[in-house]
């Protein structure tokens, strides 16, 4: 048994070289070492809502594209309920010159006021359709279909507007509506709220 001073030790010293450093510096760093491999695909986050802490959403683009142009290959989005707003991130992300595939980031809703908890501290908005269609819900059987109905709808929704890979938000929970992965609920009798 050797033991080592962690002033010492080699990861003391990067770590007090990386405090140092701006925020993102450190993930700049990352991501250019590893690119320069070219053995590695390196996703980083995207925030379609804009992140709680830029100053705009034209601010967060730009952080995205820098670590883009640092060497991440593609972005994954948090999560959102409304797909008009990951389309217009897409679409000014591309305007921007960021040229690497854009995943949306989708939540199956298992529980509505869980999620709502949830969305409220990663601050992504739950549009007012939502609210009224789980409120009106009469039931857990209704709800199950309720959260099919939504999370089919908005996947088809997306992948019509050529969205090719979505990246689904289980928390752990690899069966978040996964019953029927060709659209059953449809079948099934569940039917989508008007979103107004």
Avoid at 10 to 36: E, G, K, T
């Amino acid at each position: 048994y050797r033991h080592v001073n962690p002033e010492w030790s080699f990861f003391a010293a990067v770590s007090r070289y990386l405090d140092a450093l701006p925020d993102d510096a450190y993930d700049l760093i990352i991501f250019d070492s590893l690119a320069q491999t070219g053995e590695f695909e390196i996703s980083v986050a995207a925030y379609p809502e804009k992140h709680p802490e830029a100053s705009s959403l034209s601010a967060d683009i730009d952080n995205l594209k820098r670590k883009i142009d640092a060497g991440a290959t593609s972005a994954i989005t948090q999560f959102f309920f409304d797909n008009a707003d990951f389309l217009r991130f897409r679409d000014a992300c591309a305007a921007a010159g960021i040229a690497a595939p854009i995943q949306p980031g989708l939540l199956p809703i298992e529980k509505f006021p869980k999620m709502v908890n949830f969305a409220a501290r990663c601050q992504a908005r739950v549009p007012d359709w939502l609210h009224t269609a789980f409120g009106r819900a009469l039931d857990e059987e209704e709800i199950g279909r309720l959260s099919i109905a939504v999370a089919v709808d908005q996947w088809r929704g997306l992948i019509d507007e050529g969205v090719e890979h979505l990246h689904v938000y289980t928390l752990n929970n690899p069966d978040l509506s996964f019953e029927d992965r060709g659209g059953g609920p449809r079948r099934r009798g569940a039917s989508l709220p008007h979103r107004g």
